[in-house]
């Protein structure tokens, strides 16, 4: 056989099979390359134990050895054959084979370990997404819904602008949201400028990790919240920041409520003029409570209407029950005539009640003409009116348990609950029969009003059917 060479291994097909061969000393084995039509293959040569010429395939030639070895490359692993086979291994063909099978078990073991990994990566991935913070709060939003909290809008609200807006956080495990985290998120609303808005946040955030603690002690908590298993609530040691949750003290003076109450008057009579109205002549109810009031809650012929206070932990919202005064009967009678069922009482299209924001802005509109006409110091808002009707009574000398019991508030106590059940309604009449007369002194006799008996423009109601 003839010295390879790279030359020989590139020479041209001749028409039959040649065998080249390096030299090499007895015992080592050799370098062989055979030379076929389809181009040079490498083998190494040695003997077996029991002296059989054997040839071991080592790969294609490949001048460059990208897509085969080179000479360079197949001498390199022959020496390496070489070296096993002085060694004591002599059946070399059983020991690559042996090495094949190990490599590929190896490889298969690196296979499985990559496809577990990527199964524990996709499992945490999918855990996190389905027990995720933007979950868990969506999930706290739909309870309070279902509980008929007033605050659902609000804190569904703040939830989005200021906790969804971070992707990252907002995709984590709930239970994996650290205090430093949230510590970071409120820290963003405060330098925004929104102080009172940082303390909703952290207040509304705390709320939902404590329920969800609670839920998983308590049957009759949501199982939706139990599920997320929180164990600790990461709000509990951030603080409070009270510095932005001062009580509001706006208040209007008899004169501003006076100049109020004439350009409510001066506006045309639909169901805005009505309910603000209506929460005026009642001593300033909460609007949200007083948006919801439907034809059933109004009883005329014993004088009477109940509202329902939802407000706190109470499992079931309180009946309030208050006595109605002249000037609102005679707005509830005539928006009450015609609706056939259970419909809200303010409503502009029969079917829904009318949300608290258009409320809001009737007021604030007549804020801000009231300061242009330089009637009012200050602008109010709708808030406002409720302490400003309560300051305005206790000047007038309405004691603070009529006041308490007018305005709902302070009245969750067990005393309330479960051992004074009398409803007040005789203090609850005089105080409002006081306020009604007191308004209108305060408006004087001859200010015009325009009739409440006018049927209301935008008002849809549906007839009784004959």
């Known amino acids: 056989m003839a010295q390879i060479t790279t030359n020989g291994l590139r020479a041209k097909w ?14 080592e084995g050799r370098l062989l390359a055979r030379l076929k039509r389809s181009g040079a293959f490498f083998y190494y040569q040695y003997f077996s134990p029991e002296g059989a010429k054997r040839q071991l395939p080592l790969g294609r030639f490949d001048m460059q050895g990208e897509n085969g070895l080179s000479l360079t490359a197949a001498r390199e692993r022959s020496g390496d054959l070489s070296k096993l086979y002085r060694s004591g291994i002599t059946d070399l ?14 490889q298969a073991q690196a296979a499985l370990g990559r496809q577990a990994e990527q199964e524990a990566v996709a499992d945490a991935l999918t855990h996190a997404e389905r027990f995720s913070l933007r979950k868990f709060l969506t999930a706290y939003v739909e309870h309070l819904q279902g509980q008929g909290k007033p605050s659902t809008k609000d804190v569904a609200n703040l939830f989005k602008n200021h906790v969804f807006t971070d992707a990252v956080l907002s995709a984590r495990d709930a239970r994996l949201v650290s205090t430093d985290d949230f510590v970071g998120l409120i820290s963003k609303v405060v330098a925004a400028g929104h102080g009172r808005t940082a303390a909703k946040v952290r207040s509304y955030l705390r709320a939902a990790y404590a329920l969800a603690i609670r839920a998983k002690t308590n049957p009759a908590a949501p199982q939706s919240l139990r599920d997320f298993g929180i164990q600790v609530n990461p709000l509990a040691s951030i603080d409070a920041l009270a510095q932005y949750n001062r009580a509001g003290k706006r208040k209007l003076s008899a004169p501003e409520l006076a100049a109020f109450l004439k350009r409510v008057y001066a506006k045309p009579v639909d ?16 609007p949200t409570q007083l948006l919801r009031l439907r034809r059933g809650d109004v009883d005329l012929s014993a004088g009477e209407i109940t509202l329902y206070d939802p407000k706190g932990r109470r499992l079931e919202p309180r009946a309030h029950l208050l006595p109605i005064p002249k000037r609102a009967a005679d707005i509830l009678e005539r928006r009450i005539a015609n609706l056939a069922g259970n419909e809200p009482v303010f409503s502009t299209d029969g079917c829904h009640a009318m949300d608290r924001g ?41 004691s603070s348990d009529a006041r308490k019991h007018i305005q709902s508030h302070g ?56």
């Open 93 to 106: 063909h059983a020991y690559v084979e042996q090495q094949r099978i190990e490599v590929e078990q190896q």
């Open 358 to 398: 258009t409320l809001t802005n009737f007021v604030t509109a007549i804020s801000v003409e009231m300061m242009k006409a330089k009637e009012s110091h200050e602008h109010f808002t709708l808030r406002d009116l409720r302490r400003t009707l309560e300051t305005l009574m206790a000047g007038w000398g309405v």
């Open 271 to 286: 169901t805005m003029r009505d309910a603000l109205e209506v929460c005026i002549y009642l001593g300033g109810q909460r």
């Open 14 to 27: 001749t028409g039959r099979v040649r065998w080249l061969s390096d030299s090499g000393t007895r015992g």
């Open 411 to 466: 009245l969750g106590g067990v005393q309330k609950r479960h051992y004074d059940l009398y409803e007040y309604l005789r203090e609850k009449r005089a105080a409002l029969r006081a306020l009604d007369s007191r308004l209108d002194r305060m408006l004087g006799k001859n200010t015009p009003r325009k009739s409440n008996r006018s049927r209301v423009p935008d008002a849809k109601p549906t007839r009784i059917a004959a």
